[in-house]
DNA sequence: CTGAAAGCGCTTACAG
DNA sequence: CTGAAAGCGCTTACAG
């Protein structure tokens, strides 16, 4: 069985409050000669405290949790790669645990969040990938439960603590670009159609299209969930339509990704008979051929604020900031050619 | 304040006892007017057992452990990704939690282990990425803890319970593929060289080397950190010898994905004036370009069996499969070139 | 079929 | 400076 408080009271021949106090360094004062006891006693038995005795005790865990969901292979999404990294990374500056659970099918996903808020599994939770009306939020909120979302609200949805990139500033500026260097016809692989940020994007393409005088159409317009094989299919579609786009802005570099290979499978030549803008800047995207231009969300960066606001809400502070719209970095590459292009 | 069980037995009008009977459907038989009322109670004041109140009191927790590395970057290792979401998925058909613990310095990570263990916060730990003389399992070895591997040990490095592909067959087969399309001079890019899986790799080359009667040069041959970088880094440095090679074996894509493009900054045609072979088959493999030929690793597979062979070593059951070596497949594309090469 | 009680391993006022 | 004791929210033998 595994050495208890008591094991090491026992050893060191002083009471088992004293060896809390002397794990914990606090708050009252330990002669120094009981403290050298006791760390002898720990360090010969190899104790560890319970961490769940601990965190019933005190009434509050040392976890954040965050949900993901298998369903659309969220985690598998590269971005998705670097929030984890960095909210990992600021957690352990912290001291915190992450606690991960996938969610295999949306019908359970609020149980999963019943679960680790009511069952004080978590201090804190971060939602990503905002949906209308979303559910999760409704709920955390109503529970005053400690979160903060990857993801901005709709107007009238509710306020709460957030980052996110401005979706349709990063659209509009690819669609501008794409103008600026000759392309007509441009059509939008947008996201699924249930995520707030997909609307966004939506409307900083619109935005440019109107700005620019070019008609929007919408059969040049697709709503899928972001993966190759769909924006593959997306693009498929739109060549094969009697007016084909002559560009693509894809709004995930898996979507582009995706298109790319479906225009290349027509014989067509990337950056010469059509472009291709992307959204995110994923590592592929820099090595796919021809490189990827997209436009490129600090997704490290975001991870790492938002644990940070997560960590003073759990303390009870004041979060330093607690809405923030970043702005998204147009980055090119060649996918919609280097210099002008005449049609 | 979270609601409790003596909320909800209060509010039924019977024992807090009888609620635990109830939540848990037994062991004891409980009257179904009696589990109508408790059930309702529940219901109505949205109870949540306590998890960590479970836990302490079963002596047992939930959670599975997994420790990630953010010195190397491991998470964002593509096929990492494969491996946590598979992990996830198994777990949560289990009802299993993860809990992820970045370990951003190699000197914390015994200090990691020993809390998630000591600490009784999981129930079991999967471990990645063996190392010579590993110490975290020696560590778990000695305490006889539940605990999983992805890697063989070497010989004499203990007997537990792994899966495992079988690298030096992989990059036997990857040379073996380069040599009948003509290749001559084939330099390999090893990982690390504190892995075991660096040594079990290089295993293959030299083995397909000799069999084919090509001599083994020591100048050809790097052991890196696996990212793009190292690898474009171990290409420019093989390049520049009196004798370059006319192709390289990765082990891993990431660094084939660097090689790469190191080759194509020298001007040369990857599949034509040199070929590249990786290691993994990572999404962007297929569309990087040319598309990549590589040494397939079923991760998603491993992580679902290694999860399912952790639960049942949990559950104190002797396990299906306890050493599982997975033979890895060529996947040929078109960095080696799709046709006999001729110098 | 049900309740009263012990105890999991801690933390922290309370008393000395 | 230190110890005895209450209690966090559960589960589960024990007794009825």
Redesign the interface.
């Known amino acids: 069985m595994?050495?208890t408080r008591d094991d090491v009271a026992r050893l060191a021949g002083v009471s088992s409050a004293t060896v809390s106090y002397v794990i914990n360094d606090g708050p009252r004062p330990v002669s120094e000669e009981t403290r050298a006891k006791v760390l002898r006693a720990i360090e010969q038995l190899?104790?560890?405290?319970?961490?769940?005795?601990q965190?019933?005790r005190r009434q509050r865990?040392n976890?954040v949790g965050l949900v993901?969901t298998?369903i659309e292979?969220h985690?598998?999404h590269?971005y998705f790669?670097?929030l984890?990294?960095s909210i990992?990374?600021e957690?352990?500056?912290h001291g915190l645990?992450?606690?991960?659970?996938?969610?295999?099918d949306r019908a359970l996903e609020q149980s999963i969040y019943?679960?680790m808020?009511?069952?004080?599994?978590v201090a804190g939770i971060i939602v990503t990938g905002v949906r209308h009306d979303d559910a999760r939020i409704a709920y955390l909120s109503a529970e005053a439960f400690p979160f903060v979302v990857l993801g901005r609200p709709e107007h009238d949805d509710g306020d709460f603590p957030y980052i996110d990139v401005d979706g349709a500033r990063g659209t509009d500026e690819a669609v501008q670009h794409l103008v600026d260097l000759g392309w007509q016809r441009i059509a939008c692989i947008g996201l699924s159609a249930e995520l707030v940020c997909a609307d966004d994007r939506l409307a900083g393409y619109r935005r440019a299209l109107e700005r620019n005088g070019l008609a929007y159409d919408s059969r040049l317009v697709a709503n899928v969930h972001t993966t190759?094989a769909a924006g593959h299919q997306a693009m498929a579609r739109f060549l094969a339509l009697d007016e084909p786009p002559d560009a693509v802005l894809a709004c995930s570099d898996e979507l582009a990704?995706g298109a790319?290979?479906a225009a290349q499978e027509q014989g067509l030549v990337v950056g010469q008979d059509i472009g291709v803008i992307g959204f995110d800047d994923i590592?592929?995207a820099a090595?796919?051929?021809?490189p990827l231009t997209t436009i490129r969300q600090p997704m490290y960066e975001i991870g790492t604020r938002l644990c940070r606001m997560l960590i003073q809400i759990i303390e009870g502070e004041e979060p330093e900031e607690r809405q923030v719209i970043l702005p998204p970095t147009l980055v090119v590459r060649e996918s919609c050619g280097t210099h002008r292009h005449l049609p």
């Not at 190899?46 to 005795?53: D, I």
């Not at 645990?97 to 295999?104: G, H, R, T, W």
């Not at 808020?117 to 599994?121: D, E, H, M, S």
């Not at 090595?287 to 021809?290: A, S």
């Open positions: 595994a050495v190899g104790y560890q405290p319970n961490v769940m005795a965190s019933l865990t976890t993901f298998t292979r985690l598998t590269p790669v670097d984890l990294t990992g990374e957690c352990a500056r645990n992450m606690l991960l659970s996938p969610c295999a019943e679960r808020v009511g069952g004080r599994q190759e990704l790319m290979n590592p592929s090595y796919c051929r021809p």
